[in-house]
Each structure stands twice: as structure tokens, then as C-alpha cells.
């Protein structure tokens, strides 16, 4: 009876580390930093052509996982008032799927003009695997909802590697 038992026990615990389903663990965003406005563009000041042309500019994605298990993560050409002095990312995850929020404080005042940011962060305990990526813009509240869905698809992350996500479009923070 002992050995029924135990060649059952066996049985569970081998069958359970055949899963295939990747399960992480909760991931953390740390060491965000963004940087100071790279290009200013404002509606009434800048001439036409120029202003339509780096508008319209999609913003990107690249995320590079270390053999440690950390990412190194960097949007490029964010929109935000250019009021925004700081620019915050927030994760959540469960089973295969990663979102990412990207958000701002609360505005003391608003200027007349967007300006393009570059944001670096970390992200830990990721591990190499295809994920569901949701990248969304959020106004200081940190709310979000499908309005504000700036990508949604399948991602490819390998160790060593650089894995960049071209948006269909710029990636604009809400004001409020």
C-alpha cells in the first residue's frame, strides 16, 4: 500500500513539472527615469510641416533580458504636456501576459506644447518566453481603460537579446 501511495505521489509531482504554461512571478519596475524634453512641438508656434511631421512619429518599445533575469526597458518619443516633469511606468502580470501603464504626476499648470520623452526602467524576474504585451497611457490618476491602449500583441523576449515594438503610433499621455 506504502509503494501505491508513493508511486502516486511520484506520479502527481512529475506530471506537474511537465506543464508548459510559464507562470511568473510578480514582476517589479524599478530605476525609471526619463529624460528631459527632447523635442517641443506646439500647435500654434511651430511652423506646419514640421509640427505634422514629428506628431505623427511612432513611439518605441525595445526591451533587452539579461542573463540575470532583469530587462532593461526604454520607450522612446513619448508625448506628454511639456509641463510633465516626471514620467512613471507601473507593471502588472499574470500567467503569460504583461501590462505595462505609463503615467505622469498631476500637472501644476499646462503649457501650450508636447514634448517628446525617452523613459528607461528595469523590469525583474522576467523570464525569456512569448508574452501578450498591453501598453497603455494613463493620466496622473494612473486609470486606464481600451481608450487608452497604445499596443497590444504577442511578444518574443530572449535572453540577450534586443526585442524593439514599433507603435502604430505615438504613444501620448493624457493631460488629466
Same mark, same amino acid.
Given at each position: 500500500?506504502?509503494?501505491?501511495?508513493?508511486?502516486? +505521489?511520484?506520479? +502527481?509531482?512529475?506530471? !506537474?513539472?511537465?506543464?508548459? $504554461?510559464?507562470?511568473?512571478?510578480?514582476?517589479?519596475?524599478?530605476?525609471?527615469?526619463?529624460?528631459?524634453?527632447?523635442?517641443?512641438?506646439?500647435?500654434?508656434?511651430?511652423?506646419?510641416?514640421?509640427?505634422?511631421?514629428?506628431? /505623427?512619429?511612432?513611439?518605441?518599445?525595445?526591451?533587452?533580458?539579461? $542573463? #540575470?533575469?532583469?530587462?532593461?526597458?526604454?520607450?522612446? #518619443?513619448?508625448?506628454?504636456?511639456? !509641463?510633465?516633469?516626471?514620467?512613471?511606468?507601473?507593471?502588472?502580470?499574470?500567467?503569460?501576459?504583461?501590462?505595462?501603464?505609463?503615467?505622469?504626476?498631476?500637472?501644476?499648470?499646462?503649457? #501650450?506644447?508636447?514634448?517628446?520623452?525617452?523613459?528607461?526602467?528595469?523590469?525583474? $524576474?522576467?523570464?525569456?518566453?512569448?508574452?501578450?504585451?498591453?501598453?497603455?497611457?494613463?493620466?496622473?490618476?494612473?486609470?486606464? #481603460?481600451?481608450?487608452?491602449?497604445?499596443?497590444?500583441?504577442?511578444?518574443?523576449? /530572449? $535572453?540577450?537579446?534586443?526585442?524593439?515594438?514599433?507603435?502604430?503610433?505615438?504613444?501620448?499621455?493624457?493631460?488629466?
Amino acid at each position: 500500500m506504502k509503494k501505491v501511495f508513493y508511486c502516486l +505521489i511520484c506520479l +502527481i509531482g512529475l506530471s !506537474a513539472c511537465s506543464s508548459e $504554461k510559464v507562470v511568473l512571478e510578480t514582476l517589479r519596475v524599478y530605476d525609471v527615469a526619463n529624460s528631459t524634453c527632447k523635442l517641443n512641438l506646439s500647435p500654434t508656434e511651430t511652423r506646419l510641416d514640421f509640427y505634422l511631421e514629428n506628431d /505623427a512619429k511612432p513611439a518605441t518599445l525595445s526591451i533587452e533580458l539579461g $542573463k #540575470d533575469g532583469i530587462a532593461q526597458c526604454s520607450f522612446e #518619443d513619448v508625448e506628454a504636456n511639456c !509641463a510633465v516633469r516626471n514620467i512613471y511606468v507601473n507593471v502588472a502580470n499574470q500567467d503569460n501576459q504583461i501590462i505595462l501603464v505609463v503615467y505622469h504626476n498631476a500637472l501644476e499648470a499646462f503649457a #501650450d506644447c508636447i514634448c517628446k520623452y525617452d523613459v528607461s526602467f528595469k523590469m525583474s $524576474k522576467l523570464l525569456s518566453g512569448s508574452y501578450q504585451l498591453k501598453v497603455y497611457c494613463a493620466g496622473p490618476n494612473m486609470k486606464y #481603460d481600451e481608450r487608452y491602449i497604445v499596443y497590444n500583441g504577442q511578444i518574443n523576449i /530572449a $535572453k540577450n537579446k534586443k526585442t524593439s515594438i514599433t507603435f502604430s503610433g505615438p504613444l501620448t499621455l493624457p493631460e488629466n
